[in-house]
């Protein structure tokens, strides 16, 4: 069964501290990974796909990384609004998207 | 990215009525739209894939006749809570496939409160 998980389920980060959320997968078949965004109440919000090993991609203070059994997503200064939970999928080949339980991600102003 | 959107984005009803929400494409032509649900602090859990013109797909353990899907047009899908008890309250959400990529593209979703 393909699976996603992703680490810590809560990470409570002083403004400006940089830190790496976790997103380990099974390895076989993977096709893409994403993360998403998701605000309390809200549908999730795109922000990466990454395809191979080595790859990565930017957005403002956030940059995804792709290994050959995991993915990360490192927040560099983070802010208040960086506040969110951060979800990770993998795409197995039919479509369909696996998605991880979760980063609940707090920034303290 | 894409555009989706959904209605209603809540909605709360009695148990026993059925209750119908709409997700549609507002930027590009969707031939294959999906269909979750999330529970409180839990991840998205994959429902349905609904093709434009043919009967849906569903996920194991997800019962077809009580969650009846229909995507008529290439910008509308719907869902369609038929009998909703307590245990169906949820936050369903509806996303699109971004074509010639396999990006998902999500709506706001809709909070479904039965009582």
């Known amino acids: 069964e393909d699976q996603v998980t992703q680490s810590p389920e809560a990470l409570r980060l002083q403004e400006g501290e940089s830190s790496s959320l976790n997103c380990s997968y099974t390895v076989s078949g993977l096709r893409g990974l994403f993360w998403y965004r998701q605000d309390p109440g809200k549908g999730p919000e795109f922000l990466f796909t990454l395809y191979s090993a080595g790859e990565e991609k930017e957005k403002e203070r956030l940059k995804a990384t792709l290994t050959k059994k995991e993915s990360f997503l490192h927040i560099t200064a983070p802010k208040p609004e960086d506040s969110a939970t951060y979800l990770c999928?993998?795409?197995?080949?039919?479509?369909?998207?696996?998605f991880g339980t979760g980063t609940r991600l707090t920034i303290i102003p | 990215g894409a555009v989706v959107s959904q209605h209603p984005s809540w909605v709360i009803c009695k148990s026993g009525t059925s209750v119908k929400i709409e997700c549609r494409s507002l930027d590009f032509q969707a031939t294959t739209m999906f269909w979750y649900r999330q529970f409180p602090k839990q991840s998205l859990m994959l429902m349905a894939t609904?093709?434009?013109?043919?009967?849906?797909?569903?996920e194991q353990g997800v019962e077809k006749d009580k969650f009846l899907i229909n995507h008529a047009s290439l910008t509308l899908s719907t869902l369609t809570v038929t009998s909703a008890h307590p245990e169906d309250s949820s936050f369903y959400i509806c996303?699109?496939?971004?074509?010639?990529?396999?990006?998902?593209?999500f709506g706001p979703g809709t909070r479904l409160t039965v009582l």
């Open positions: 609904s093709n434009e013109g043919s009967k849906a797909t569903y």
């Open positions: 996303s699109e496939g971004a074509p010639g990529t396999d990006t998902q593209y």
């Open positions: 999928a993998g795409n197995f080949g039919n479509e369909k998207l696996t």
